[in-house]
């Protein structure tokens, strides 16, 4: 059994002494277990940058002491030194210690979630769920054009589609446990890990779920419920695929940006393209999208690269074979969407006992849907 002499809590002069920034109140808990928790989550993940130096104070302290002194700052005297019984109280849902295990957990995850910017949010536009249940969203055309008003005319009566598509959100969860054997051995190396890898996992389980989608169907997409077919097909209906898959070329592209624009909203209106498309492409055609798109310097028109500036060059590994789409400014006329459940953008942390167990668990929850809604706005060619 660990030396108790280990487990004393820090004097309270030498918290009130760490140089935390003017204003800041030395002695409430919730700020000294945010400090607490910038220390683990700089202890658990390497590179892990604390936005404050308040962290500091706490580096050197072991969980247990974390716990000691946040029971004396919660104005509970220590009534054991027994390590069993400390780690025992620190796990209980009436202690502070729980919630000091899911704000390093957040933090963590945060860090590694946040800078993963998913290539697939480029393309498909974002629009959160409010609920659980199926959503319906808009199309190009489906509220209806405006018509002139003769001076004391009477104003017309338009009728505002439903769409047929619809999107839902899914919930998927981890977890990880912390026991009191765990805390009491000092060893938080399984939730740590877990916290600092979750992050980057999720922003990688998005975009997996994201392309999934685009790619089904060797890459017409799923079936949409308007006229019953893929979101890219070569049938009068769509024609928005090319009829034989080529070569990602000058000609080819101009053909593909020629397509999107002839695209008609549902009242025959030319769609809203936006200033820039974006071309889709994997790890096979990136030099050919790259040298097609980048700017150049050239003395001739001929050699001039006319689509720079026009067209954006996106390069994802989950994108198959030799496959290339152009798309619409998603903000314009999406294809594609995801979304969160509206206000919890992203995944969440959240705590609870275990269940016959002396121990709490870590539970990262995440809410997250993805759906196609319309085939205008989008041109695809399965390459050759």
């Known amino acids: 059994m660990p030396d108790a002499t280990t487990l004393e809590p820090i004097p309270a002069e030498r918290v009130h002494a760490t140089a935390w920034a003017a204003g800041s109140d030395h002695t409430d808990p919730a700020t000294i277990r945010d400090a607490m928790a910038e220390a683990i989550a700089v202890r658990g993940m390497p590179g892990y940058v604390a936005p404050s130096p308040r962290h500091a104070e706490f580096l050197g302290l072991r969980p247990m002491q974390m716990a000691m002194q946040l029971e004396r700052l919660n104005g509970l005297e220590a ?33 590694g979630y946040q800078p993963a910017q998913a290539t697939y949010q480029r393309v498909f536009r974002r629009r959160d769920f409010k609920d659980f249940r199926p959503h319906r969203y808009l199309r190009a055309g489906d509220f209806p054009s405006l018509v002139a008003l003769p001076e004391g005319g009477q104003m017309q009566v338009g009728t505002l589609s439903e769409s047929q598509e619809t999107a839902l959100l899914s919930t998927f969860a981890r977890r990880v446990r912390v026991t009191r054997q765990m805390l009491v051995n000092d060893d938080l190396g399984a939730f740590t890990d877990f916290a600092a890898m979750i992050g980057r996992r999720i922003a990688d389980f ?16 799923p079936t949409l419920a308007t006229g019953s077919a893929p979101v890219f097909s070569t049938a009068a209906a769509r024609t928005n695929k090319a009829t034989t898959g080529t070569a990602l070329d000058l000609a080819n592209l101009a053909l593909g940006r020629a397509a999107i624009m002839k695209q008609r909203s549902l009242d025959g209106m030319p769609i809203a393209i936006g200033d820039r498309m974006r071309l889709l492409v994997g790890p096979n055609l990136e030099l050919a999208a790259r040298q097609l798109t980048v700017p150049v310097d050239a003395n001739q028109v001929t050699l001039a690269n006319v689509f720079a500036g026009m067209i954006d060059p996106i390069v994802e590994a989950q994108i198959p074979s030799n496959r290339w789409y152009l798309l619409a400014d998603p ?46 706005g989008g041109w695809f060619n399965p390459g050759t």
């Open 79 to 111: 009534r054991s030194r027994d390590p069993l019984v400390i780690a025992e109280r620190a796990l209980t849902t009436t202690s502070d210690f729980p919630a000091l295990l899911a704000a390093a957990a957040n933090k963590m995850l945060l860090a």
């Open 206 to 221: 998005e975009n997996a779920t994201a392309y999934s989608l685009l790619n089904t169907a060797n890459g017409d997409g």
């Open 331 to 376: 903000a314009m006329t999406p294809v594609y969407i995801y979304g969160y459940l509206d206000g919890a953008s992203g995944p969440h942390v959240t705590t609870g006992p275990i269940q016959g167990v002396d121990g709490v668990e870590i539970s990262v929850v995440f809410d997250f849907g993805v759906g196609a809604v319309d085939w205008r």
